[in-house]
C-alpha cells in the first residue's frame, strides 16, 4: 500500500487511527502490529510469511543469546546469518548465478526470485535488534508482539527510515500521545506527500523520459538534465517518504531520528552522507564500521573499514554491477578526502565553491550509476554529460521539460537549500498569525497533492526496490 494513495489516505489511515485512539492503552500495541501486517499484506500478500519467519527467527535468535551467555556468540552469528541468507535468497542469488554462469560459460538455471518489497530495510532491523542484545544495550524482548511491532511497523516498514532498536525500546513499551505532536505528525506527513507528489513525480517523468534514450540520441543539455532532474527526484521521493514516516510516527507516540538533513548543500562527500539517508549510514556504523575497528586501527586498515563500508552500501541498495560500482565511487571520495583532509580545510569563497562544486558534480555523476540499467549505459551517458562522446541530438531540451517543470525544477533546487526552512517547522513559537498562514499553506499543500493522486498515474517510491 502506498502512503502516497486514495486508499492510504481516506480508508486505511483513518481508520488505524480511529480504532488506535479509541481503544484502551493496552490494545494500542496489538491494533498497531494488526494494521502494520494488513499494510504489508495489502502489497505482498505471499511475502508477509518471509517477514514474519524473520521476526520469529530474531526473537528465537536475541532469548538464546541472552540466556545461554557462554555460547551467545555463537547464536549471535547464527541469528544473523540466517537473516542474512534470507536476504541473499531473495535479493542476490539471481545475480549471483548470473555472473557465475558468464564467468565460467555455466548453464546453471535461474530462479526468477521475486523480492519481498522492503527486505532489506526490516532485515537490517532485525539484525540490530540481536546485535544490541548481544552488547547488553538493551533487555532481550520477550513479548515477540512487541518485537514484531518493531520490525514491521508501518509508517517505516518498507522505505525507512531503519530504526535501531536501543533508539525505539523504550517507546514501544512506553509512549505518550500528545495533541500537540499529533498535529506537527499531520503536518510532517503533508510536506512529506507534497515533496513525493508536486516535486518527486514531475522530476521523475523527466528524469524517465531521458533515462529511456540510447545515450548516444541526446546532447549535452538533455544528459545534464535526466541528472539533474534524478537527483532530485531521488531526494524528494526519498526525504519525501521519511517525513511521511517520521509524521505517521509522532501522530502514534513515537520518535524516529532524521534521515535527512540538506544533503545537497555538503561542501563534502563525507559531509553528504552525514546528511543523506543518516539510518543506513549510521547504521553501518554501529554495526560494521565500529566492529571493523573504525578508526582505532592503523591508517591502511582504517581505510579498508571505509572501503568495506561503502562497498557493502553499494551492494545493500541492489543487487547490479551498477550499485557496486556506485558504492565504490562514494567510497573513493571518502577515501582522498581522508588522506588529503580537504574536506577540513576552511578558507574563503574560493574553496568553499570548489568543495561544494566537486561534491555536487560527484554526487550527480554518482546518480547517473545509480539510475542506470546497467553500468556499460551509465559510462556512455556520463560521456555524453562531458562531450566525450558524439551524440546525434534527436530532442531538444524543450521537448523534455516545459514551463511546469521548469517552474519545479527551480522550487526542487531552492527547498533542497534551508532557504526555506521556516516554513516546515511547526514547533516553534510564532505568533498566531504565522500559524495561521502555516496552516493555509500546508492545506493548500494536502489539496494539490490529492489532487495529484487522483489525476497521475506515475507514483512509484524508488526505495520499494531495495
Known amino acids: 500500500m502506498l502512503f502516497s494513495s486514495m486508499t492510504f489516505l481516506f480508508m486505511f489511515l483513518p481508520a488505524v487511527i480511529g480504532l488506535y485512539f479509541l481503544s484502551p492503552t493496552k490494545w494500542r500495541n496489538y491494533i498497531l502490529l494488526l494494521a502494520s501486517v494488513l499494510f504489508y499484506a495489502w502489497g505482498e500478500p505471499t511475502y508477509v510469511l518471509i517477514m514474519l519467519l524473520t521476526i520469529f527467527i530474531n526473537w528465537i535468535g536475541a532469548i538464546l543469546i541472552d540466556k545461554y551467555d557462554a555460547h551467545r556468540k555463537l547464536f549471535l552469528i547464527g541469528t544473523i546469518l540466517a537473516d542474512l541468507g534470507i536476504l541473499f535468497y531473495f535479493k542476490y542469488f539471481d545475480f549471483v548465478i548470473e555472473n557465475i554462469n558468464a564467468l565460467f560459460h ?31 544495550q538493551v533487555a532481550v524482548q520477550k513479548s515477540i508482539s512487541k518485537l514484531a511491532l518493531y520490525i514491521c511497523l508501518f509508517p517505516q516498514l518498507i522505505a525507512g527510515p531503519i530504526v535501531k532498536y ?39 517523468a523527466v528524469a524517465d523520459n531521458i533515462f529511456i534514450m540510447q545515450a548516444g540520441d541526446m546532447g549535452i543539455g538533455v544528459a545534464w538534465i535526466g541528472a539533474i532532474a534524478y537527483s532530485l527526484q531521488l531526494f524528494y521521493d526519498f526525504s519525501g517518504y521519511s517525513d511521511m514516516a517520521i509524521g ?3 501522530i502514534f507516540g513515537f520518535r524516529f531520528l532524521e534521515n535527512f538533513n540538506y544533503p545537497y548543500i555538503s561542501k563534502s562527500i563525507t559531509e553528504f552522507w552525514r546528511r543523506w539517508h543518516i539510518s543506513l549510514s549510521t547504521w553501518f556504523k554501529e554495526y560494521l564500521y565500529i566492529p571493523l575497528g573504525g578508526n582505532r586501527v592503523p591508517r591502511a586498515r582504517n581505510l579498508l573499514n571505509l572501503s568495506l563500508v561503502f562497498l557493502a552500501t553499494g551492494i545493500w ?16 571520495f571518502i577515501l582522498i578526502e581522508k588522506i588529503t583532509g580537504i574536506h577540513k580545510k576552511v578558507g574563503g569563497w574560493a574553496l568553499s565553491t570548489f568543495q ?30 562531458f562531450g566525450m562522446k558524439h551524440s546525434d541530438m534527436l530532442f531538444h531540451t524543450n521537448y523534455f521539460i516545459g514551463t511546469y517543470e521548469i517552474f519545479i525544477f527551480i522550487v526542487g533546487i531552492l527547498c533542497a537549500m534551508p532557504i526555506f526552512k521556516k516554513l516546515v517547522q511547526f514547533d516553534d513559537d510564532s505568533k498566531p498569525a504565522v500559524h495561521i498562514m502555516k496552516n493555509m499553506y500546508l492545506l493548500g499543500l494536502f489539496v494539490f497533492s490529492v489532487a495529484a493522486i487522483a489525476a497521475s498515474t506515475y507514483n512509484p517510491f524508488i526505495y520499494f526496490r531495495f
Not at 546497467?374 to 555524453?384: C, D, F, H
Open 106 to 136: 555455466s548453464n546453471m538455471s535461474f530462479v526468477s526470485v521475486i523480492m519481498p518489497i522492503g527486505i532489506s530495510f526490516y532485515t537490517f532491523q532485525a539484525i540490530s535488534y540481536v546485535v544490541d542484545v548481544y552488547r547488553h
Open 317 to 332: 541498495h541492489g543487487a547490479a554491477w551498477n550499485f557496486v560500482i556506485w558504492g565504490l565511487w562514494h567510497g573513493a
Open 248 to 250: 505517521l510516527g509522532y
Open 356 to 385: 561544494h562544486a566537486y561534491t555536487m558534480l560527484a554526487f550527480i555523476v554518482g546518480w547517473v550509476m545509480f539510475r542506470a540499467d546497467n553500468i556499460t549505459y551509465a559510462t556512455k551517458y556520463i560521456r555524453v554529460m
Open 166 to 204: 536501543h533508539d525505539v525500546a523504550e517507546q514501544i513499551e512506553h509512549r505518550e500521545e500528545r495533541l500537540d505532536k499529533i498535529a506537527y505528525g499531520t503536518k510532517r506527513f503533508i510536506v512529506g506527500l507534497a515533496k513525493k507528489m508536486l516535486i518527486a513525480n514531475t522530476m521523475g
